[in-house]
C-alpha cells in the first residue's frame, strides 16, 4: 500500500540505563551509531533503493552535518566549494570535493550550472541543497530532475507556492489554515496600499512577496510613515529577490514565534514533529530556539500541529519543511506566516525531543521511502538550541570576520551537541554568514535544559573574533527569558540590560587579579630561554627579596586601564601576593598550573584565598589576550604607545565600522557635507550599513577632499573611505 506505514528501527546502544530513565538519544553528529528513530528499510526486492552517492550544494555547519550522517549511513559526499573555502572543514570531511568558483556566493556557491556539471561529472545520485543559498530556488530544483539528479527537498511547485507570500496565504486560507489579516493582492500602487494599509488598522507589517531573513520587511506605526517605509522595503526586496512586490499584513505586536516542523513523503503521507518557540530574534534573525514551545497545553499543541499538516499536504509537499506561525501571546490564537521550504537551521532542538535525525529521515524520504505514523512519533524532554555568531553585540549586531585564533567547544556528549563547519585557526570570511556553531543541549525539562544551555556556554570559548556568546548568557539567564515570559520583542524590551551585562567594563577585581598573573605568566615564559637559570628566566630577579611587579591592562570596553601589583615570594616560587589599585581586596596566589606549564600552554589553576580557580589565557596577538575564567570571559591588553598602533585617529576621516564589502560610495570629491551624512554602504554576512560623517565644527563648512575604492575592507576601523576637510566659504556675506 502507498499508505503503508513504517516501522521504527531501533539500533542498541550501551546507554540502557539512560535509556529507561526516558532520556533521549541526542543526535551528536560525531557519533556514528547512537539510538534513533528511523524510517523503513525494507529488505523486499520492491523496496526503494537508498542513495549512495550525494553532492551537498552548500558550505559550513550545515555540509559537515549532512555529510556526518551519510558518513552513517554509508552515503558518499561530494563537496563543492570556494576559492575562499578551499581549506575548510566542510572539503576535509568530504570523499571529493571541487572548487566552483570565487568567493562571492553569486559566482561559485549559487551557480547551479557548475553545481550540476560537478554532480553529473562525478555520478552523484543526488543533491542536498542544506539551508539558505539554492535550498528554497524552484530553477535549480527543475534543473536537477531535468539532469536526472534527485533534489533532495521538495517539487519545485510547492517551492514556488510557499515562496510567494501572497499566493502562500491564499493557498492557507483555502485549507483552512488561520492567516493575519492583511492585504495580498497584486496592485502595488503606494496610494492603494497605503489606503488598504489604513482600512487594516496600524500598526501594519509591509512585506516582500518574495521576502526571507528579515529582508523586505518594515513595521509601520503610523500613516505619515508610510511611503518611506514601503519605499525602503521594496529597494531591500528589489536587491535581495530581484522582485519588489509586498504584502500588507496587521501587525501582531508583542507576538511569540512558534513553528512546527513537518515531513512529508512521496506516497501522500505527511506528519509533524511537534513545534519550536523561536521569540528570542535580533534584527528579526533567531539566536536561542527551543523545542517544545512552552505554556501550550495539549489541545493548542494539537491545533498547531494539525493546521502544519494541512498546510503542507495542501501544497503535494515533499520532504522536510519548517511552517512558521505568530502567536497572540494575550488571545493565544495563532496565525500562518510562512512556510520554509527545507530544513531550518534550529532543526536540532527537535531532533533532540523526537529522537530522530532529520537529515536521515530526508535521505531515505528522497530515496523512496515511507514515513511512519504519526502516533508513533513521541516529544520527551526539553531541548535549546544557541547560535554563535562572530559579531559585536554592542556595536548592533555588526558581523566580524578574521580568523578564529582560539577555540574551544564543551564536551559533546548524548545531551550536548556542538554543531559547527570551522576549526581553530579557520578564518570567519565577510563573504558568508558569521555563525561560529550551534550549541545544542537536552534535559528532561525546560529549567534544567537552560540551565545546562547556560554552562555549556561558558564552555564554549572564542578568542581572535567578537561574537554573542555573553549576550547569549545574558539572554538565557535574565529572569524574563527563565519564566518563559518571551515575545518578540524581548531583546528591544531589555536591551539596556542585556547590554550591560554583554559589556567587558565590569570586570571584577579577582578576575583583573587573574588577568594579571596569567598575563605576566605568559610572558615571562615567552621572554624564557627554557633553562633553569634564574638569570635567564626571571624577569627582574632579586636575591632573598620578595619582588614586585606592577602589571597595567587595557581591559576591552572600559574607559580606564587598570593597574595591578604581583608580589612574588622569593621563599615559595608559586606563591604570589595581588592587588588592584583602587580596590582594599587583597588576593593570595598559589600556583598550581602556570600558564604554559601543562599539555595545553593556554591553561592555568590556581588557588585564590583558598579557593580553586581554573581558566584559560588565548593569546590573541603579541600585545593582547583573552582571559577565560569562572563563567567570565573579557579581552586585555599591554597600552602601546599611540606611535605604536598603527592608526592615526583622524575625526575627518570616515573609516569602516566592520570587514566589507564597499558597494556604492554615496559621496563624491566636492560635494558639502553633514554631520551623518551617509557616505558609502557596506555590505558583509546579510547585513548593509552606510558610515555616515563626523564633524567637529558645526559652524564650519566640510567637503569631500577625496574618495577610496576598495574590494573589500580587511580590517575594521582602520580603512579610510572617505576623507573631507574643513573650507572656509561664504554664505550670505557671513564667513
Known amino acids: 500500500s502507498l499508505f503503508r506505514c513504517c516501522s521504527f528501527l531501533r539500533q542498541t546502544t550501551t546507554a540502557t540505563a539512560r535509556a529507561s530513565a526516558a532520556v533521549p538519544v541526542s543526535v551528536p553528529v560525531t557519533a556514528a551509531a547512537v539510538a534513533r528513530r528511523s524510517l523503513s528499510t525494507s529488505t523486499t526486492s520492491s523496496a526503494p533503493k537508498m542513495l549512495e552517492k550525494v553532492l551537498i550544494a552548500n558550505r559550513g555547519e550545515i555540509a559537515c552535518r549532512i555529510m556526518r550522517t551519510c558518513e552513517k549511513l554509508g552515503v558518499k559526499t561530494v563537496a563543492v566549494f570556494s576559492e575562499a573555502d578551499r581549506n575548510s572543514l566542510h572539503v576535509a570531511m568530504a570523499d571529493e570535493a571541487y572548487c566552483v568558483g570565487p568567493a562571492p556566493s553569486a559566482e561559485s556557491y549559487l551557480r547551479t550550472d557548475k553545481i550540476i556539471e560537478v554532480a553529473k561529472n562525478c555520478n552523484a545520485q543526488g543533491i542536498h541543497p542544506g539551508y539558505g543559498f539554492l535550498s528554497e530556488n524552484d530553477e535549480f530544483a527543475d534543473k536537477c530532475d531535468e539532469a536526472g539528479i534527485t533534489f533532495i527537498g521538495p517539487p519545485s511547485s510547492a517551492i514556488v507556492s510557499m515562496g510567494l507570500k501572497d499566493e502562500s496565504k491564499r493557498i492557507m486560507e483555502a485549507s483552512g489554515v488561520p492567516v493575519v489579516p492583511g492585504y495580498h493582492g497584486d496592485n502595488q500602487d503606494k496610494e492603494f496600499l497605503k489606503t488598504k494599509a489604513s482600512e487594516i488598522g496600524f500598526p501594519v507589517m509591509i512585506k516582500a512577496v518574495k521576502g526571507g531573513g528579515g529582508k523586505g520587511m518594515r513595521v509601520v506605526h503610523t500613516e505619515d510613515d508610510f511611503f518611506s517605509a ?39 503521507n505527511a506528519v509533524h514533529l511537534f513545534e519550536r518557540d523561536c521569540s528570542l530574534q535580533r534584527r528579526h534573525q533567531k539566536i536561542i530556539e527551543e523545542a517544545p514551545a512552552f505554556g501550550l497545553d495539549e489541545s493548542l499543541r494539537e491545533e498547531f500541529g494539525s493546521a502544519a499538516v494541512r498546510a503542507a499536504l495542501a501544497v503535494g509537499y515533499v520532504g522536510a519543511g519548517t511552517v512558521e506561525f505568530i502567536m497572540d501571546t494575550v488571545s493565544n490564537k495563532f496565525y500562518f506566516m510562512e512556510m520554509n521550504t527545507r ?308 575625526p575627518n576621516k570616515v573609516v569602516a565600522p566592520m570587514a566589507g564589502i564597499v558597494s556604492k560610495v554615496l559621496l563624491k570629491a566636492g560635494d558639502v557635507v553633514s554631520k551623518d551624512d551617509e557616505a558609502v554602504v557596506m555590505e558583509a554576512m546579510k547585513m548593509e550599513v552606510r558610515p555616515s560623517v563626523v564633524v567637529l565644527n558645526p559652524k564650519t563648512v566640510y567637503v569631500v577632499a577625496h574618495t577610496y575604492t576598495y574590494t573589500f575592507t580587511t580590517h575594521s576601523h582602520t580603512n579610510c573611505i572617505l576623507q573631507t576637510c574643513p573650507h572656509t566659504v561664504d554664505v550670505q556675506g557671513a564667513t
Open 230 to 268: 514601503l519605499e525602503h522595503a521594496q529597494n531591500e526586496s528589489r536587491k535581495h529577490f530581484k522582485d519588489d512586490r509586498v504584502l500588507l499584513e496587521r501587525y501582531v505586536q508583542r507576538p511569540r514565534h512558534v513553528e512546527v516542523q513537518v515531513f512529508a513523503d512521496k506516497h501522500g
Open 343 to 650: 530544513l531550518q537551521v534550529e532543526h536540532p532542538v527537535t531532533e533532540m525531543v523526537t529522537n530522530t535525525d532529520l537529515v536521515e529521515w530526508q535521505l531515505r524520504v528522497a530515496s523512496g521511502f515511507p514515513i511512519c505514523d504519526q502516533s508513533e512519533i513521541t516529544c520527551t524532554g526539553h531541548s535549546f538550541e544557541a547560535r554563535i555568531y562572530a559579531e559585536n553585540p554592542t556595536q548592533n549586531f555588526l558581523p566580524g570576520s578574521g580568523p578564529l585564533t582560539f577555540m574551544r567547544t564543551p564536551v559533546v556528549s548524548d545531551t550536548v551537541r556542538v554543531e559547527t563547519g570551522v576549526r581553530e585557526g579557520d578564518a570567519v570570511t565577510p563573504f558568508y554568514d558569521p555563525m561560529i556553531a550551534k550549541l545544542v543541549v537536552w534535559d528532561t525539562d525546560r529549567e534544567k535544559a537552560l540551565t545546562k544551555l547556560l554552562n555549556e556556554l561558558e564552555n564554549f570559548q572564542v578568542a581572535g573574533l567578537p561574537t554573542n556568546i555573553k549576550f547569549l548568557q545574558a539572554c538565557g539567564g535574565h529572569p524574563g527569558f527563565r519564566a518563559a515570559d518571551v515575545t518578540t520583542d524581548f531583546i528591544p524590551d531589555h536591551n539596556d540590560e542585556l547590554m550591560a551585562l554583554t559589556c567587558n567594563d565590569n570586570v571584577s577585581p579577582s578576575n583583573l587579579a587573574v588577568a594579571a598573573v596569567a598575563t605576566a605568566q605568559k610572558f615571562r615564559n615567552d621572554n624564557s630561554d627554557g633553562s633553569d637559570d634564574p638569570w635567564n628566566s626571571l624577569k627582574g630577579f632579586r636575591a632573598n627579596v620578595n619582588r614586585t611587579e606592577s602589571v597595567l591592562l587595557d581591559v576591552d570596553g572600559a574607559d580606564e586601564s587598570s593597574e595591578v601589583e604581583i608580589t612574588w615570594s622569593n621563599s615559595d616560587s608559586n606563591a604570589m601576593t595581588v592587588s588592584v589599585v583602587g580596590s582594599d581586596e587583597l588576593f593570595h596566589f598559589e600556583n598550581i598550573v602556570g600558564v604554559g606549564s601543562s599539555t595545553d600552554p593556554t591553561e592555568f589553576v590556581y588557588r585564590i584565598n583558598n579557593k580553586k580557580v581554573a581558566g584559560r589565557l588565548a593569546l590573541i596577538n603579541f600585545n593582547e589576550a583573552n582571559i577565560f575564567s569562572e563563567g567570565s570571559s573579557f579581552t586585555v591588553s599591554l597600552p602601546r604607545a599611540s606611535h605604536d598602533l598603527g592608526v592615526v585617529v583622524d
